[in-house]
């Protein structure tokens, strides 16, 4: 049987979700290696723990710091993060790294988009989401829509805490144990999500009712001046997408797909058991 690639997950210590995360975790034990001086630690078979001193947002081309038999690997990096919204709802989100569009705010750079893993970012929602109603969190993709740039694939998963406020603890707990056994989706099918709002609500509730893994997830706001090489690499960085699902009819007259990419339909992939669609009150914008 083929190993799977190991999942990085990054712990920025200015980050107060990252914080808490690495203290329910601050009894692994080092595996012996290093990354400038920060020992990586195994908390669970396959999952390993990397302490950085600096914001996520500024970790570009983490990569190059691993020691090279880890990046051999090919492992996926998560980025455990503090979630801010316009809205201030309190919820749980993922999401994919890179920027669609011509401007970089938030890290990276623009039209540049990182390498995903569909299968494991859409295991963490579901994992959050057979979790989440005991806290009463609605649980959520966003959008792709900033950095860093890394080289490996990658994804987000935050929690939303209000100005000046701190995880709470079963969140902390909720999102540690989702990363460490993300809910496995071997026999979905792959697609690219175009269109929608920031917060996908159409490809989160296909991921948790239907056997589909998303990568990259294209905002109908980033659709408007999207050139054709940024949705090339939103399929190339999705590995095994079989094409691009949209989120309404009109989505799909988007210039930059038109000719090449496959347009797949909601009843493409098979019913899957498993939670509800997620909560109503999804907020409407974020980082």
Do not use: K
């Not at 009894?27 to 290696?33: D, F, Q, R, W």
């Not at 996520?56 to 051999?72: F, G, Y």
């Not at 750079?109 to 579901?126: C, E, H, Q, S, Y």
């Not at 026999?187 to 948790?208: E, I, K, N, Q, S």
């Amino acid at each position: 049987m083929t190993r799977e690639p190991p999942i990085v997950v990054v712990l920025s210590e200015p980050d107060p979700v990252a914080r808490a995360i690495a203290a329910a975790w601050a009894h692994a034990p080092s595996t012996g290696a290093h990354v400038d001086g920060t020992a990586i630690r195994e908390v669970a078979p396959g999952v390993l723990a990397l302490h950085r001193p600096g914001p996520h947002l500024q970790d570009d081309h983490l990569e190059q710091h691993l020691p090279s038999p880890l990046r051999a690997q090919g492992p996926t990096l998560v980025f455990a993060s503090i979630h801010r919204s316009d809205s201030g709802v309190r919820c749980l989100t993922v999401h994919p790294l890179g920027n669609p569009g011509a401007a970089a705010d938030l890290g990276g750079r623009p039209r540049r988009l990182v390498p995903t893993d569909p299968a494991r970012m859409t295991g963490v929602l579901r994992s959050l989401a057979e979790g989440a109603g005991a806290l009463g969190r609605p649980v959520t993709f966003e959008a792709t829509h900033h950095g860093p740039e890394v080289g490996l694939p990658a994804f987000f998963a935050e929690i939303a805490v209000p100005e000046g406020g701190r995880p709470e603890p079963g969140e902390v707990r909720l999102l540690a144990e989702a990363i460490r056994s993300p809910l496995p989706g071997a026999d979905d099918r792959v697609a690219v999500g175009a269109g929608g709002g920031h917060y996908a609500p159409h490809f989160t509730d296909l991921a948790l009712r239907r056997r589909w893994s998303f990568g990259h997830l294209l905002s109908r706001h980033a659709l408007v001046g999207l050139d054709r090489p940024t949705a090339q690499q939103a399929v190339e960085t999705t590995p095994g997408a079989a094409g691009v699902l949209f989120a309404r009819a009109q989505d799909r007259s988007v210039p930059a797909f038109a000719g090449w990419a496959p347009v797949l339909r909601d009843g493409d992939a098979d019913p899957r058991g498993g939670p509800p669609a997620t909560s109503p009150d999804r907020p409407t914008s974020g980082t």
